[in-house]
């Protein structure tokens, strides 16, 4: 499993933006041909992007690609173009059925590349479990609250309470079928505090990392879904407590002055986990 704690768009037409991006510290750089992307520049975009494949080093950063969507007409040009160039993974915004899901992942011919899929529609909520289980390939889902929110009329609140049940909705299946949740952008990059705020709730809620458009929104971020030194003591605790009891055939007991069962150990070998995946 990949940390992908940041995992920032940059525009695939702007290739200063590109340049600047590979030499950043964050886990994943997806280069944008959609929404980031004019309708004009599509075309120059794409070579843009398999010239970066090609020729600049990302050192150990994911690298991805956001095609268009399948509705577009578009995505089967842009897979034609940056398949050699053999990027990690493929993002696939829009998803609303498994069909799409499958369509793609047949365009890629073999090889290991991943898909990471965007639910960004109240139908896409709805067949969250379909699409979850689509494809092998499928790598991640991805919540996207700007389109989300156009799609069913919500008015767009930075408490983002608008959008908090498509948020859990995603996350949840995601856990359901042993997948990584990325959440939804922050777009105002100025505010930091903001910025901080949601990337904290969506560490609650159970994602695994946060949509970036900003360089300046990566080390909040990472921090916000980086278990610290003192949850990794107490998970530790926890865990090295719960085999100790094991071996006199306990099952829960307590720690601490509290009850700990089989949820919180589980809990607790999760921030291991993730502590493991991100060293």
């Known amino acids: 499993m990949r940390a992908r704690r940041a995992l920032l768009y940059v525009p695939g037409s702007d290739w200063t933006k590109i340049e600047k991006a590979a030499g950043l510290d964050v886990d994943s750089i997806c280069l944008d041909l959609e929404d980031g992307v004019a309708a004009t520049k599509k075309a120059e975009a794409r070579e843009f992007v398999v010239r970066a494949l090609n020729e600049l080093d990302f050192g150990t950063r994911e690298k991805l690609v956001r095609i268009n969507s399948t509705d577009s007409g578009l995505e089967s040009d842009d897979l034609k173009s940056v398949l050699s160039a053999k990027p990690e993974g493929i993002v696939m915004p829009k998803v609303t059925y498994s069909g ?72 949840t299946y995601a856990a359901a079928f042993g997948l990584p949740a990325i959440d939804m952008l922050w777009t105002d990059f100025k505010d930091t505090e903001g910025l901080i705020r949601l990337a904290q709730q969506g560490a609650q809620l159970g994602y695994s990392g946060m949509q970036i458009i900003h360089p300046d929104q990566i080390a909040p971020v990472q921090q916000a879904f980086t278990p610290s030194a003192e949850e990794i003591a107490a998970a530790k605790r926890i865990v090295e407590s719960y085999e100790e009891q094991l071996k006199k055939g306990s099952g829960a007991f307590a720690l601490d002055g509290k009850m700990v069962d089989m949820p919180i150990i589980k809990a607790a070998k999760r921030v291991l986990a993730r502590a493991s995946v991100e060293k």
Not at 114 to 124: F, N, Y
Request: no cysteine.
């Open 100 to 171: 799409q899901v499958r369509s793609v992942s047949q365009e890629l011919a073999g090889g290991e590349i991943r898909l990471l899929l965007q639910i960004e529609s109240a139908l896409g909520v709805v067949n969250l479990k379909e699409i979850a289980a689509s494809d092998q390939r499928v790598d991640a889902l991805i919540f996207g609250a700007e389109d989300y929110a156009s799609d069913v009329g919500a008015k767009r609140t930075t408490k983002a309470d608008e959008v908090l049940y498509a948020r859990s909705a995603v996350v």
